[in-house]
């Protein structure tokens, strides 16, 4: 029983420390300046406080924040934002057989040119090559 009660604390506690920053209830202990500067950088991050930081002569800047520096405080709450989607039209570059062949491969696949996969190029790349790179961007 003391072993399933350990494997329980243990994932819960490893499903609170994945938890996303977006569900954080920030608080401070006091309404110093030091803890609403700190509150601000983990919402707003850095930027948001330097200027207020210089407009005290930089005497906030060694500012600590659950013993942190500042700027590494509001890192750690900072989220990338997700990749913008991008509309990409792959056109043909002229009416050859080969650039029909690489967007037949765009589209439906490298498989789909054939026994000509090993030869055809594609903006001088192998094919591919090429289709990899269409669908990465």
């Given at each position: 029983?003391?072993?399933?009660m350990?494997?329980i604390?243990l994932?819960?506690a ?7 920053n977006a569900?954080l209830e ?6 110093s300046?030091?803890t609403?500067?700190?509150l601000?950088?983990?919402?707003h991050?850095y930027?948001?406080?330097s200027?207020e930081?210089?407009?005290?002569n930089?005497?906030l800047?060694s500012?600590?924040?659950n ?5 590494v405080?509001?890192k750690?709450f900072t989220?990338k934002?997700?990749a913008?989607?991008v509309n990409?039209k792959?056109i ?5 057989m ?5 967007m037949k ?5 490298v ?10 190029k594609c903006?001088?790349l192998?094919v ?6 269409v669908?990465s961007?």
């Amino acid at each position: 029983m003391k072993k399933y009660m350990s494997v329980i604390a243990l994932v819960i506690a490893a499903a609170n420390a994945n938890a996303s920053n977006a569900n954080l209830e920030l608080i401070g202990k006091n309404t110093s300046v030091e803890t609403n500067l700190c509150l601000t950088a983990a919402q707003h991050g850095y930027d948001a406080v330097s200027a207020e930081i210089k407009a005290n002569n930089g005497k906030l800047a060694s500012t600590k924040c659950n013993g942190k520096d500042i700027k590494v405080f509001a890192k750690s709450f900072t989220t990338k934002a997700p990749a913008k989607a991008v509309n990409m039209k792959v056109i043909s570059g002229n009416n050859s057989m080969e650039s029909q062949l690489c967007m037949k491969a765009v589209k439906e696949g490298v498989n789909a040119v054939g026994h000509r996969r090993n030869s055809l190029k594609c903006n001088g790349l192998s094919v591919d090559s090429f289709v990899k790179s269409v669908k990465s961007s």
